[in-house]
Every structure is written in C-alpha cells, then in structure tokens.
C-alpha cells in the first residue's frame, strides 16, 4: 500500500532538497526522520515534516501500522521560479533566480 504526502512552492532551491533526501530514501520511516534530526540543512527539517505528514496520513486514512513502513521514493522537483533584480554598478541589474520545489514523499509498507 501506498501512502503520498506533498508539499509545493517550498523556497528552496531543488538541488539542495535532493542532497537531503538521497541519505533517507529506501530507509525505514523511524531510521529516516532520526537521521533528518541530526543534519544541519534548511531542507532537513522540511524534509522531515513532510514525511511526518506521510506517516499520519497512512495512519489516520489507512490505519497501517507506522513501524513497518519504510520510505520508497521521496522526488524534489523544480517549481516556478521568482526572477528579481539586484542594482549593480554603473546602473546594471543583475538577475536573481529565486528557486522553488515541489517535494513528494511515498511510504510503502514492508
């Protein structure tokens, strides 16, 4: 079985949500949030609550038995970008790309 859980439009850059999640993918859910708990990234806590959300939606929705799932598949992908202007010297502007992602978390059980 199953269970999803995601979060959109999150303002951190793609790239480095997915340094976080490749250490917890394919580990059991426990393994993986005590794991999160421990790394100094923005994305870790992110990552956490949204696979937090997983397990209380297999929990409430399909009564599963939290200790035997374990994390399948989570994927960060790119979300739109804010473009902004910074003011340079000699009356330039340079871009800014203002990066967002859309994370999905999968649980599965064992």
């Keep these: 079985m199953l269970v999803k859980a995601a979060v959109k439009y999150?303002?951190?850059?793609p790239l480095k949500?997915?340094?976080?999640?490749?250490?917890v993918k394919g580990k059991p859910v426990?393994?993986?949030?005590?794991?999160?708990k421990f790394m100094p990234q923005k994305a870790a806590r992110i990552v956490e609550k949204i696979i937090q959300s997983a397990v209380a939606n297999a929990d409430v929705n399909h009564g599963v038995d939290i200790d035997s799932l374990y994390i399948s598949n989570i994927t960060a992908d790119t979300g739109p970008t804010l473009k902004r202007f910074r003011p340079r010297a000699r009356g330039r502007g340079v871009r800014i790309l203002k990066r967002t992602t859309h994370i999905t978390v999968l649980l599965e059980k064992c």
Excluded: P, W, Y
């Design 17 to 23: 949500v997915r340094k976080v999640i490749a250490a």
């Design 10 to 13: 999150v303002r951190i850059s």
């Design 30 to 36: 426990e393994k993986g949030i005590n794991a999160l």
